[in-house]
């Protein structure tokens, strides 16, 4: 009787359900993976059923029941692959994506705390003009800081290649991002340049209120890949995709040496070294 008692008062305090029968421990432990499932998603960016597997170890069929369950509940919706360039035989690959309401129900305390955070820097400095400088500022030494893994890998690589070599940097940080190659838009017979697309933003959230973010994110392009960049599209203005486009090589200077990884400059102090004037007037 005292046993029973206590287990009593184990279920109805707060927050201490225990479950009752083995269907509910299989249950809870369905909604843990579920939600395994749907936070890998969001930190990889659209996943295939493959993906899924073989990053959480569990099986292909596993999966699938899993992202049923998020489809039917509106979380997740699948599409197929994009594929650029020659598409070789059989069906496109089908990859799942967090919907709108999937993401929302992520961001949730931690946005709000970031949020809080950037505005008490505007307000600490008086708000106005000297607040939207001084969470561009904070945003620049972010970036930069963030920037001392990026250094090494794009510095290995040609010129031409960086682009692509800064999407599987980003793709590593959850951004799920993809290079595709389009024509110059100067002329027919001009090298091509490249779209970079972000597939997620993990603070898309907190760039619709602090634009500062994308501005800051897209100068950081610029001096990673030493040419000026041109944002089209952002998710955080309710673009599906974060697109920036990369002018091909030699059509802006794109000749600059990354500092030696590590070297972290300060807000608003270029990541490549010193160009001539005329180079600079160009990326201005």
């Not at 597997?53 to 197929?80: C, F, I, K, N």
């Not at 972010?142 to 940097?169: I, N, S």
């Not at 619709?208 to 950081?220: K, S, Y």
Request: proline share 6%; aromatic share 4%; with cysteine.
């Amino acid at each position: 009787m005292r046993e029973r008692n206590q287990q009593q008062e184990a279920e109805s305090a707060p927050g201490c359900a225990v479950p009752e029968t083995a269907a509910e421990v299989l249950l809870e432990g369905h909604r843990a993976t579920r939600d395994r499932v749907a936070r890998s998603i969001l930190d990889h960016g659209p996943s295939s059923a493959a993906d899924l597997a073989g990053r959480l170890g569990l099986t292909a069929a596993a999966v699938r029941r899993h992202l049923d369950g998020l489809t039917a509940a509106g979380l997740v919706e699948s599409r197929e692959q994009r594929v650029y360039g020659s598409r070789g035989r059989g069906r496109p690959a089908k990859v799942f994506g967090l919907t709108e309401s999937g993401r929302d129900a992520f961001y949730q305390a931690y946005d709000q705390l970031a949020a809080d955070a950037l505005r008490w820097i505007s307000d600490a400095v008086g708000g106005g003009k000297a607040g939207e400088e001084a969470v561009a500022a904070f945003a620049r030494a972010r970036f930069g800081k963030q920037g001392e893994k990026y250094l090494g890998a794009l510095d290995q690589v040609p010129t031409d290649q960086r682009a692509e070599a800064l999407a599987e940097a980003l793709s590593a940080d959850g951004y799920a991002a993809t290079v595709r190659r389009v024509p110059s838009a100067t002329a027919s017979n001009a090298p091509a340049g490249a779209q970079l697309c972000q597939h997620h933003c993990p603070v898309a959230h907190i760039a619709e209120q602090f634009p500062q973010l994308c501005e800051a994110e897209t100068e950081f392009f610029s001096q990673l890949l030493g040419t000026h960049v041109q944002r089209l599209a952002t998710i955080a203005h309710g673009d599906g995709v974060c697109t920036t486009y990369v002018p091909a090589s030699g059509a802006a200077s794109s000749s600059a040496k990354p500092r030696t990884p590590g070297a972290v400059p300060t807000a608003g102090t270029p990541l490549t070294d010193p160009e001539p004037a005329s180079a600079r007037r160009n990326l201005a």
